[in-house]
């Protein structure tokens, strides 16, 4: 391949991906560091409660149902880690708001051949402890991601990568790679201190990034602080304090909302939707999103192991039900064992919703219905009103009892990656096929994301060739052949496909949020 410029990436970036998070987890630590200041936690304290208009101007308060289970950018694979790494971190690449992939950390960038890749870098560029980000960072906050198992799976394609001065990298790949950009836009490969990598720095006590907000106070089970950063490369953000509050149960964010204790929610109460639109004082945002939402079963553990059964229950759940349920009617049924909002994703050979052939499915499998029951895993509100219709149905179709658990979000995490379950309603949201598929359905996921512990030869084959397929069409012609062959083995029951529900105070200016749920709040305003 001829040196390109990036003028003609179109067709990579077309068909590069970009982001997969699984379910979000709760904290493991309580941090602070000496940056936590008074006058930060007073402006939080007025505005969480008492005189918010001396406060509001400057504060901003996000009721958020899930804790994050790290501060780091390496030990977790977690979407309610990845909202706090994108407000304090910086990767070489981000996704914008149409779901693009351009330079951030990045000035400019070249595709020297085939498997060469040659970024400059932005200078001048400030961590949040005032040195300067340079290339000997890049490769080492890189290196990390390579060696850390939650999110090895974005550094694999990497053969090498090495510093050719101070603001150059080159990147070498392990063979063409479709999905290098994407990859450097995950949070995985956020940016850090080389010095600080290279000295043990605990970065979930004491987060350094490079990004517009710095970190200033966790406390555990309840809110997360953070502060603009003022040197940020790209201009100080216009509100000085964010704070995430954590309320894991959905009226009690509606709530906080109207009584103006807080002004934006993240995970909306489905139910609380449409009361919300008639607040005068809120604005709802509610648009399609790549959420892929499932129940996840151990395909190690029987009855799970046999293929008619899991085909018998998912023609045996009513997912319409569950949508309107579930989710008050935010979002669509999906039969794919692939997100339906990506090009070569198909419903072939899937499972549909139908009773009698349920029947046959289970009649084919040789179970005896007394030998199927579960326990199915519910770590929210929402998934647990899944679990109940899902309940109502197996019961219903098949004579399966099932026996619903409510479990907080980082033990979730915990024992679904290390298969120690029996089934779990999770999801997955991603902003392209490649790390879907990467992160669900790879075989090199087991112990993380790949939480059926699916080991297909074939199927990893098949996302292998996806990876180095480079040109759109014949992407998605293996996209297609590898939904096909999983709609085939079904290792999983898919569900449906979620919405993007926010709401905020009608106050706020400069929201944004793109299909794939990623917000930059450093463009919030009050004014």
């Not at 990436?9 to 998070?21: E, G, I, K, W, Y």
């Not at 029996?422 to 790949?450: E, F, K, R």
């Not at 939480?451 to 998605?476: S, W």
Request: charged share 20%; proline share 3%.
């Amino acid at each position: 391949m001829t040196k390109k410029s990036m003028r003609y990436l179109a067709p990579v970036l077309a068909m590069s991906m970009v982001l997969s998070l699984t379910a979000c987890g709760g904290g493991d630590t309580a941090a602070t560091t000496a940056a936590a200041g008074g006058d930060a936690a007073a402006e939080t304290t007025a505005a969480a409660g008492g005189d918010t208009a001396a406060a509001a101007k400057d504060t901003l308060i996000i009721a958020t149902a899930n804790e994050t289970p790290s501060m780091t950018t390496n030990l977790h694979n977690a979407v309610a880690g990845d909202y706090m790494n994108k407000m304090t971190h910086n990767g070489l690449f981000l996704q914008d708001e149409n779901m693009n992939i351009v330079p951030d950390l990045v000035e400019s960038y070249e595709i020297v051949s085939d498997t060469e890749w040659v970024f400059k870098l932005h200078q001048g560029v400030k961590f949040h402890n005032g040195a300067e980000m340079k290339a000997a960072d890049v490769v080492a906050s890189i290196n990390q991601c390579k060696e850390s198992p939650e999110v090895a799976q974005y550094g694999k394609a990497i053969a090498s990568i090495e510093a050719v001065d101070d603001y150059t990298v080159k990147i070498i790949t392990d063979g063409p790679q479709s999905g290098l950009l994407s990859d450097l836009t995950h949070h995985g490969n956020y940016i850090l201190p080389a010095d600080l990598i290279a000295s043990g720095h605990d970065f979930n006590k004491e987060p350094i990034g490079t990004g517009p907000y710095k970190f200033v106070e966790w406390k555990k089970g309840e809110s997360v602080t953070l502060e603009a950063f003022d040197d940020y490369f790209k201009g100080e953000a216009p509100i000085e304090t964010v704070t995430w509050k954590i309320i894991p149960e959905g009226s009690s964010r509606t709530m906080a909302l109207e009584a103006g204790e807080v002004d934006l929610i993240v995970e909306v109460e489905s139910t609380d939707v449409s009361r919300l639109k008639d607040n005068a004082s809120v604005t709802v945002f509610d648009g399609e999103g790549t959420s892929h939402n499932f129940m996840m079963i151990n395909t190690e553990k029987a009855p799970f192991d046999n293929q008619n059964f899991r085909h018998a229950m998912n023609a045996a759940i009513d997912k319409a039900a569950i949508v309107q349920v579930a989710l008050n009617g935010g979002g669509s049924v999906c039969d794919s064992q692939l997100p339906t909002c990506f090009p070569g994703a198909t419903t072939e050979g899937a499972s549909t919703y139908d009773v009698e052939k349920a029947k046959e499915y289970f009649a084919a499998s040789g179970l005896n219905a007394a030998d199927c029951g579960f326990s199915l895993i519910c770590s929210d509100d929402t998934k647990l009103r899944v679990g109940q219709v899902i309940q109502s149905s197996l019961k219903e179709v098949l004579g399966i009892d099932i026996a619903l658990e409510s479990m907080d979000l980082a033990t979730y995490l915990d024992v679904t990656a290390t298969g120690d379950y029996d089934a779990a309603i999770g999801g997955y949201t991603s902003s392209g096929m490649l790390p879907y598929a990467q992160g669900v359905w790879h075989s090199s996921s087991i112990n993380s994301s790949n939480k059926t512990r699916t080991n297909n030869p074939e199927v990893d084959a098949l996302i292998e060739k996806m990876q180095a397929t480079v040109d759109p069409a014949e992407n998605e012609k293996i996209v297609t052949e590898l939904n096909i062959l999983l709609n085939e083995l079904y290792p999983q029951i898919p569900l449906y496909m979620r919405n993007n529900t926010r709401a905020y105070s009608a106050d706020l200016k400069g929201f944004n949020v793109n299909a794939g749920g990623n917000t930059d709040y450093s463009l919030f305003s009050w004014n």
